[in-house]
């Protein structure tokens, strides 16, 4: 089975990284991409022209829509093979709220951080001896945020370098800056060179994208009078690339000249008045009257570069204006999203008034034809608009007077997105709702960020309640611990949803480790449990009071609370899968305690229950502390079979913490075959992924312990070198190679 999200990937290079695929053709940038060949070395490679001025901040400073990204990107993937950690890409344009540039770089290294330290404390100790480039792309709307954080970690981690792109300098006195002027546009009108790669000026990318996103449109390139009608319109567009993108792709409805004359007069008018600061009147009932828009971020710096500003911005709303009235609402409607949407996301948001839900679907076609939507690089179903686009869409938004609606309807969305993903957590649907939950955090963050605005509680606590649940199973545990403070800091009213977000919360301090904290939300829960008078409720409130006594090491005390738990018909929703877990936690203090027999036992019946219900979360558990038993009870095949479903298990939903414990069990079943070399490869890939935990084997001292007694007898087994060597060739595998390895894939 494929593991939809992985802690990291693994490069062409053979380094890790997460660089996305390149999906349209890349042209010019030669003495761009010199230059960054030169500043992008690790400190020990710096030679050449430019070895004087090798600095750790490397900044693309230029307007909107000039190629920062593309550009960046490819440097980047030049790079890779120079960081032995590899080089990793950070989006920060999904961000609307301040103080999460370090959530993000988290989760684009694949950190599952389970700590409670401050991120930057995190990012700093795990980044402190690793070789690295991290791209930050589109810094300026968290500007202050991202010079913050490089701030702190240049010092920190000596061998990482930074790659940011901006429309304004990060302003940290060391950083390099490498300006990005708009793509250059040939004074002679000759035939038109084959070599793109390098050579290539904003003739030649018109010309490619026409053939791209024109379909059946063909240039004349040899033709001279053809190159020259072409260099005509890069020039009244600046050769900035976006606005080159979106003109190319009305080629399929205008003839060159119309294109040529139209941009000629759209420009002329624009020239001929001053810019205003000032959105415009509201359009007519038509939606048939463009709007001029401030689009205040595609400047490099204020006063900067206003032609240049100016030229993207009627370029924008040039393209805005040839589209038909419901293609522009809908171009504004869909601004509200954040990291992309599907078809069924767009037509529910988006509808209604003179939009009707059935014509979404037909014109966002239209829109993805003419280079306004992009379909997302490897999913075909998911659709995104790029910066600069939406920031217009945005602005048409607000004029309309339809801002405010359109964010309640985009939480409207996703909170009941999220409230079916709890309802459905506990069967077959599982694992398509942790993919689900993955592939939408974006949106789920902006609309928890909404309703935590909106100043409505109930709301906020319900929202908070149900995308804390399905974060805590999906990896995201900072993000559920963030939302569910603000909500339960606020006094919030008693009730289900109440205990959903207690136990969430006091869940999320069980996987982080930070016990004193699961110590004070346990009580809180089982109160509130009994106050709401659901029986199945205080079920669940029992395993955050016994798992807490587990991990503090009070396992007698545990196993007396988990035991009393009573035992009712197991629920289809966030509830059922808390009343696994409770026989999960009783299961795991057997184990501790050394009673292998009553911890099968009570595995076999969630293993039993996760079968008939298709969940996998528990399941996966539930085969780890089988397979442990099967070790402890001398049945090696047995050990080793079911540590392998395990570790499958936890690989398809994300599950980081479930696949390091079950590494640990595997490891020592391997080394009991006889096998200790494959053993301490599998202690090694284990510890990498402890090491991204942030708190190791969850500060529990008997989990400490039985690790440290693996190695020690491992060690004995195949002696001190041999298991140096082995160790170091499983901390070379990526975490996808390791579990390859692991399951029973050769090294």
């Known amino acids: 089975m494929r593991a939809f999200a992985v802690p990291e990937n693994w490069t062409a290079a053979g380094r890790p990284g997460n660089l996305p695929s390149e999906t349209r053709s890349f042209v010019g940038r030669r003495h761009e991409l010199a230059r960054l060949d030169a500043l992008l070395k690790p400190a020990g490679e710096y030679v050449g022209e430019y070895a004087g001025e090798y600095e750790r901040?490397?900044?693309?400073?230029?307007?909107?829509?000039?190629?920062?990204?593309?550009?960046?990107?490819?440097?980047?993937?030049?790079?890779?093979?120079?960081?032995?950690?590899?080089?990793?890409?950070?989006?920060?344009?999904?961000?609307?709220?301040?103080?999460?540039?370090?959530?993000?770089?988290?989760?684009?290294?694949?950190?599952?951080?389970?700590?409670?330290?401050?991120?930057?404390?995190?990012?700093?100790?795990?980044?402190?001896?690793?070789?690295?480039?991290?791209?930050?792309?589109?810094?300026?709307?968290?500007?202050?945020?991202?010079?913050?954080?490089?701030?702190?970690?240049?010092p920190a981690a000596p061998g990482v370098q930074f790659l940011a792109t901006t429309r304004e300098h990060l302003g940290h006195p060391s950083e390099v800056r490498v300006e990005v002027a708009p793509l250059p546009v040939r004074e002679d009108t000759g035939p038109v060179p084959g070599d793109l790669d390098g050579s290539g000026d904003a003739v030649?990318?018109?010309?490619?994208?026409?053939?791209?996103?024109?379909?059946?449109?063909?240039?004349?390139?040899?033709?001279?009078?053809?190159?020259?009608?072409?260099?005509?319109v890069c020039r009244r567009l600046d050769g900035i690339p976006l606005a080159i993108e979106l003109a190319a792709a009305r080629l399929s409805e205008l003839s060159l000249g119309e294109l040529d004359e139209r941009l000629g007069k759209r420009l002329g008018k624009e020239l001929s008045k001053e810019l205003s600061m000032e959105l415009g009147p509201r359009p007519d009932k038509?939606?048939?009257?463009?709007?001029?828009?401030?689009?205040?971020?595609?400047?490099?710096?204020?006063g900067e570069g206003p032609l240049r500003h100016r030229t993207l911005r009627t370029a924008i709303g040039w393209s805005h204006e040839l589209c038909a009235p419901l293609e522009r609402l809908l171009w504004a409607r869909l601004s509200v999203f954040n990291g992309g949407f599907d078809l069924a996301a767009a037509e529910d948001?988006?509808?209604?008034?003179?939009?009707?839900?059935?014509?979404?679907?037909?014109?966002?076609?239209?829109?993805?034809?003419?280079?306004?939507?992009?379909?997302?690089?490897?999913?075909?179903?998911?659709?995104?608009?790029?910066?600069?686009?939406?920031?217009?869409?945005?602005?048409?938004?607000?004029?309309?007077g339809e801002e405010r609606?359109?964010?309640?309807?985009?939480?409207?969305?996703?909170?009941?997105?999220?409230?079916?993903?709890?309802?459905?957590?506990?069967?077959?649907?599982?694992?398509?709702?942790?993919?689900?939950?993955?592939?939408?955090?974006?949106?789920?963050?902006?609309?928890?960020?909404?309703?935590?605005?909106?100043?409505?509680?109930?709301?906020?606590?319900?929202?908070a309640a149900d995308i804390g649940f399905l974060w805590r199973h999906c990896g995201y545990l900072r993000d559920a611990r963030h939302c569910l403070d603000q909500v339960l800091t606020a006094d919030p009213e008693p009730g289900p949803d109440l205990v959903q977000a207690l136990w969430t919360r006091g869940a999320v301090a069980?996987?982080?480790?930070?016990?004193?904290?699961?110590?004070?939300?346990?009580?809180?829960?089982t109160a509130a449990a009994v106050e709401l008078g659901d029986p199945v409720a205080v079920v669940a409130a029992a395993y955050i009071t016994g798992g807490h006594l587990l991990l503090v090491g009070r396992l007698?005390?545990?196993?007396?609370?988990?035991?009393?738990?009573?035992?009712?018909?197991?629920?289809?929703?966030w509830r059922g899968s808390a009343q696994l877990q409770v026989r999960l936690a009783l299961s795991f203090a057997h184990l501790l305690s050394g009673d292998h027999v009553r911890s099968r036992k009570v595995a076999d019946e969630v293993r039993a229950q996760s079968v008939r219900r298709g969940e996998c979360w528990a399941g996966s558990f539930a085969d780890c502390f089988v397979a442990q038993a099967d070790l402890d009870e001398g049945d090696l095949p047995a050990a080793v079979r079911n540590a392998r479903t395990a570790l499958v298990g936890h690989s398809l939903l994300n599950s980081t913490l479930g696949v390091?414990?079950?590494?640990?069990?595997?490891?020592?079943?391997?080394?009991?075959?006889?096998?200790?070399?494959?053993?301490?490869?599998?202690?090694?890939?284990?510890?990498?992924?402890?090491?991204?935990?942030?708190?190791?084997?969850?500060?529990?001292?008997?989990?400490?312990?039985?690790?440290?007694?693996?190695?020690?007898?491992?060690?004995?087994?195949?002696?001190?070198?041999?298991y140096r060597t082995a160790y170091a060739e499983g901390l070379a595998m990526s975490y996808e190679r390791g579990i390859d390895y692991a399951v029973g894939g050769a090294l």
């Not at 379909?215 to 260099?231: K, N, P």
């Not at 957590?425 to 963050?445: D, G, I, M, P, Y």
């Not at 069980?510 to 829960?525: T, Y």
Request: aromatic residues 4%; glycine residues 8%; negative net charge.
């Open 286 to 302: 038509e939606w048939g009257d463009p709007l001029p828009s401030p689009l205040d971020l595609l400047a490099s710096e204020p």
């Open 510 to 525: 069980l996987l982080q480790g930070d016990l004193d904290s699961a110590g004070r939300w346990a009580p809180m829960c």
């Open 349 to 400: 948001v988006c509808s209604g008034g003179p939009l009707p839900a059935g014509r979404v679907a037909a014109l966002l076609d239209r829109l993805v034809a003419q280079s306004i939507v992009r379909r997302h690089r490897t999913d075909v179903d998911r659709f995104h608009l790029l910066d600069s686009v939406r920031e217009y869409g945005g602005d048409w938004l607000r004029a309309l």
């Open 57 to 154: 901040l490397v900044t693309l400073v230029g307007p909107g829509g000039v190629g920062k990204t593309r550009l960046a990107l490819r440097a980047a993937r030049r790079a890779c093979d120079r960081y032995r950690d590899g080089v990793w890409f950070v989006e920060l344009s999904p961000l609307r709220a301040p103080g999460l540039v370090g959530f993000a770089v988290v989760e684009a290294l694949r950190l599952a951080d389970r700590s409670t330290s401050p991120v930057t404390e995190v990012l700093a100790e795990w980044l402190a001896d690793k070789e690295a480039l991290i791209v930050l792309d589109s810094c300026e709307h968290v500007l202050h945020d991202c010079a913050d954080l490089v701030r702190a970690l240049l």
């Open 660 to 722: 390091a414990l079950t590494l640990d069990v595997l490891a020592s079943a391997v080394v009991a075959t006889g096998d200790g070399h494959r053993a301490a490869r599998l202690l090694a890939v284990g510890q990498r992924i402890w090491e991204r935990l942030g708190s190791p084997h969850m500060d529990s001292p008997d989990l400490i312990a039985a690790r440290r007694d693996r190695e020690h007898l491992v060690r004995r087994e195949i002696g001190e070198e041999a």
């Open 405 to 463: 609606a359109l964010r309640l309807r985009h939480l409207d969305h996703y909170r009941g997105l999220a409230r079916s993903g709890c309802a459905e957590w506990n069967t077959s649907r599982q694992v398509l709702w942790c993919e689900r939950t993955v592939t939408e955090r974006a949106n789920l963050r902006t609309a928890m960020d909404c309703a935590l605005s909106e100043r409505d509680g109930p709301a906020a606590l319900s929202m």
């Open 204 to 232: 030649d990318l018109f010309i490619k994208r026409a053939g791209e996103l024109s379909a059946g449109f063909a240039l004349d390139e040899a033709s001279i009078d053809t190159v020259a009608a072409v260099a005509a």
């Open 556 to 573: 007698a005390e545990a196993k007396v609370v988990l035991r009393k738990a009573e035992r009712l018909p197991v629920r289809d929703d």
